[in-house]
């Protein structure tokens, strides 16, 4: 057995035997306690530092816990089950018992992802696995084919976002737990839609993370925001590595995930030869051509660096798309949100028009907000590398009230986001809910059970805030009632209003999917002209001999714009402002060229 190319944790093979692997060089003895059957297995020490174990007297759902040096009881830190959650018995589970009937599912390409972002607690009135499973039909006639799940690993009690996760190998119990989530992505994939997972490997929570009583898992040779970094290249930092890259894998080849969302990766500290990010890639590149699945890595990356998504070939560390924050950030200041915080560094239509061409609004430009230059040009990689969106759970959450769009722009300029969205030549995302128009906020929400914990973190909220000069008090996170108010309201879909909006959701989407510009995330072929003082922007995209243009009035009052001269006939494809979307104005079905339309405020229109 190959300790550093294997899972840690437990295995449970075919013939039922447990092997087990557990890295903790800072003990001198180790047994694994099966409480239930009053039994202590002692462990087997290498030099690295590793205690194994293979033993038919662990069974699966036979609860057992780590005992270190005879008196220090832990759950195993590669635990698969936490059913009495993070401080409790680890439960042993076999993943090969499911009976996987997607065979002939197809991941599909990046530039093919329509994604929708949701948080399984306040996705459905169920906050399980087994309440998205009940809502896919909804998401098949949205029109999108991948969801992304906020994180899953367990996190302290049943109310989170999920990034203060202990147990990265453990689903979340609360959730329905491992068998339930295999279950939800067999699902999806018998109905055409991927599974992307969101992944933490920048830090651990706070609350339950024993990982420092096994290991040197953290290093004090760098500071993060959650203290000291993971250890990821520093003395003893191989067997930490090799629990995170295996982690990685085993979503891939255990829970068959499509793509994995790997949260804050400049966060990650590693000044390796090969960085962590790389490794996982070329791992991840090996288990492709070994199983003839392919699995795309996304990363959320704050640095505008396109190292991070060149490929290996050219030093690269391979990630297969990031997400864009910029194109975020420029497209609200459009629409008319204050530019405070880190929104202070964006001008609003001069920046949009320039994310919809670079991706990156900041490549080599001062940063006021960052105070120095920032960023390098982003120039030979594709559209399908970046994902963008009008809001997700970071901006939306992140906000002291949550409030959704819905909360502060009128039903029209929620439609010219969406269509800003889906109309770039990038990979759009949706966040749960937008699609018809959800008035409940997304709130930030935790349920810590160390009061001293807790309290912290209510003081970190407030003070988050300061650089938006918000006023008020932010919702108690730990209260049950502000998680159950950040919750999906399904009813909604029932009005004449919301029902409008998603069924302009639907039309802008399947647009997207069948028109030959639109589905060709071709960052070359575009052109993006606008005019400050009407804040309207242009958007002309064209593939071969097709052409489309994309009119956006994020103004609120009506405007002229000339069309492109190309000789020829321009026919509208789609108005936001039309009446079956609930809106109140009327444009013509046909233009000729170099025409001057009269576009009313908070509208796009797209004519080919």
Not at 33 to 44: A, H, S, V
Not at 169 to 197: E, F, M, P, T, W
Not at 445 to 473: N, Y
Not at 564 to 587: H, I, N, Y
């Amino acid at each position: 057995m190959k300790l550093f190319e294997t899972r840690p944790g437990l295995r449970i093979n075919e013939e039922g035997v447990a092997e087990f692997t557990l890295w903790a060089p800072k003990a001198t003895f180790v047994e694994i306690n099966i409480p239930d059957k009053n039994l202590k297995l002692p462990l087997t020490q290498d030099e690295y530092g590793h205690w194994t174990i293979e033993t038919n007297q662990l069974r699966e759902g036979d609860r057992y816990q780590i005992v270190l040096d005879k008196q220090t009881h832990r759950p195993d830190p590669a635990s698969l089950s936490q059913p009495e959650g993070v401080h409790g018995v680890s439960e042993a589970i076999d993943l090969g018992n499911f009976r996987w009937t997607d065979q002939e599912w197809q991941n599909p390409a990046m530039d093919h992802y329509i994604i929708y972002e949701l948080h399984t607690g306040t996705f459905s009135p169920e906050g399980t696995f087994s309440g998205i499973e009940k809502k896919l039909d909804h998401l098949i006639d949205l029109g999108v084919n991948a969801i992304e799940i906020m994180p899953l690993a367990q996190f302290p009690g049943s109310r989170n976002w999920g990034y203060d996760g202990v147990g990265p190998y453990a689903v979340q119990n609360s959730y329905g737990g491992a068998h339930a989530l295999q279950q939800l992505v067999d699902s999806c994939h018998k109905r055409g839609i991927a599974v992307i997972l969101d992944v933490v490997y920048n830090h651990i929570g706070p609350e339950g993370n024993y990982l420092n009583d096994f290991g040197h898992y953290f290093t004090s040779k760098y500071s993060t925001p959650w203290g000291d970094a993971l250890n990821f290249d520093d003395a003893h930092c191989d067997a930490v590595r090799t629990y995170f890259i295996q982690n990685a894998l085993m979503w891939f080849k255990d829970f068959h995930i499509d793509a994995l969302r790997l949260d804050a990766v400049h966060a990650i500290k590693d000044l390796s030869p090969v960085h962590l990010l790389r490794q996982i890639k070329m791992e991840t590149d090996r288990l492709s051509q070994q199983t003839g699945r392919k699995h795309h890595l996304i990363a959320e990356v704050d640095l505008n660096d396109p190292k991070f998504i060149n490929p290996l070939a050219k030093q690269g560390y391979g990630m297969d798309a990031q997400w864009i924050d910029e194109f975020h950030h420029a497209l609200r200041t459009t629409a008319g949100e204050p530019a405070t915080g880190y929104y202070s560094d964006f001008n609003g239509i001069a920046h949009l028009a320039k994310s919809y061409k670079d991706a990156y609004v900041y490549d080599g430009q001062y940063s006021p907000h960052r105070k120095k230059f920032f960023g390098l040009k982003a120039e030979e990689n594709p559209g399908s590398q970046f994902i963008v969106f009008s809001q997700n759970h970071d901006q939306t959450g992140n906000r002291m009230l949550g409030e959704r769009t819905s909360q502060i722009h009128s039903p029209e300029m929620q439609k010219l986001l969406a269509g800003a969205v889906i109309t770039a030549p990038f990979v759009p995302m949706l966040f749960m809910g937008e699609e018809w128009s959800e008035t409940n906020p997304f709130l930030y929400f935790v349920s810590h059970t160390d009061p001293e914990l807790a309290e912290a973190v209510r003081k970190g909220r407030k003070a988050e805030f300061a650089d938006f000069h918000a006023e008020g008090e932010a919702p108690d996170p730990m209260s049950q009632e502000t998680f159950e108010s950040s919750a999906l309201q399904w009813s909604l879909l029932e009005s004449a209003m919301h029902q409008n909006m998603f069924r302009y959701y639907k039309a802008l989407i399947a647009l997207r999917k069948q028109h030959p510009v639109l589905k060709k995330l071709d960052r070359k072929n575009l052109e993006a002209t606008f005019h400050e003082e009407q804040n309207t922007l242009l958007l002309h995209r064209w593939q071969d001999d097709q052409h489309l243009v994309c009119i956006l009035n994020f103004s609120d009052s009506t405007r002229q714009i000339t069309l492109p001269d190309m000789e020829k006939t321009w026919k509208t494809l789609l108005f936001s402002g039309d009446k079956q979307w609930g809106g109140q104005a009327e444009v013509s079905e046909s233009f000729d060229t170099k025409a001057e339309i009269s576009l009313p405020g908070h509208a796009i229109l797209i004519l080919d």
